[in-house]
């Protein structure tokens, strides 16, 4: 069965550290990928999503992340981290029934 | 433009009592989806709907569960006989459908916390 795994469940920054999370996909075939950020007391919003094309994919607020088809990752990255990025990060895959690691709690401390 | 709409936002239930959740999809949206998130886990699939089908409902429990999204009006989620374990976070998303299909993004909702008590 399809799964994603985010390595990190907590993370703690220090404003203009930069950043990288992880993230793991288990199908080999054709994938979506997303980045969906949830701030505190808002719903989901999307970061970034990768189709197909350039693997290094930018989105909003900063972010990007890389597509490696080999390591089947894709991780989240930021090269300077602002105590607004406090959020809860989830990386997700899938064809309509998205599939969601179980997040990243993100603390940037000013 | 209005985003996802979830109703209600907090839900108290009695254990045996029916939960019913509701999600208005953004205009022009016709596929919807539900997730539930229990404590410190990830979204989970539950279901994908599409105006008067269900599409996916790979994701739903085999009990106790149903859900409908009919041609008026919102998408329901059911949940009867609620128990201590149905305690979570329901989400709704949405998209429109030539986006469906994983080609774009999923829209969601705020969620709806379920205490069962």
């Known amino acids: 069965a399809q799964s994603v795994s985010q390595h990190n469940h907590h993370v703690i920054l220090s404003e203009a550290a930069s950043l990288e999370l992880g993230c793991n996909y288990s199908y080999g075939g054709t994938v979506n990928l997303f980045w969906y950020v949830q701030y505190p007391g808002q719903h989901l919003q999307l970061l970034l999503k990768?189709?197909?094309?350039?693997?290094l994919v930018k989105g909003i607020k900063g972010f990007e992340a890389e597509f490696i088809k080999s390591k089947f990752s894709f991780n989240l990255r930021k090269p300077s981290v602002q105590w607004s990025d406090t959020a809860e990060y989830f990386c997700?895959?899938?064809?309509?029934?998205?599939?969601f690691g179980a997040g990243t709690r993100l603390a940037v401390h000013p | 433009n209005a985003g996802v709409m979830q109703n209600p936002r907090h839900l108290v239930r009695r254990r045996g009592q029916e939960a019913r959740l509701r999600c208005s999809p953004m205009k022009g949206h016709s596929h919807v989806y539900w997730y539930r998130q229990l404590p410190e886990e990830g979204l989970k699939f539950m279901v994908y709907?599409?105006?008067?089908?269900?599409?996916?409902e790979s994701g739903m429990p085999k009990e106790r569960f149903s859900a409908e999204f009919p041609k008026e009006g919102p998408s329901i989620l059911r949940i009867q006989q609620v128990v201590r374990g149905d305690s979570a976070a329901y989400f709704c998303?949405?998209?429109?459908?030539?986006?469906?299909?994983?080609?774009?993004?999923?829209?969601f909702g705020p969620g709806t916390r379920l205490t069962v008590l």
């Open positions: 997700a895959s899938g064809y309509n029934k998205l599939i």
């Open positions: 709907l599409q105006k008067e089908n269900i599409i996916d």
């Open positions: 990768y189709f197909s094309g350039d693997p």
């Open positions: 998303a949405s998209s429109p459908a030539h986006l469906a299909g994983g080609l774009g993004e999923q829209f």
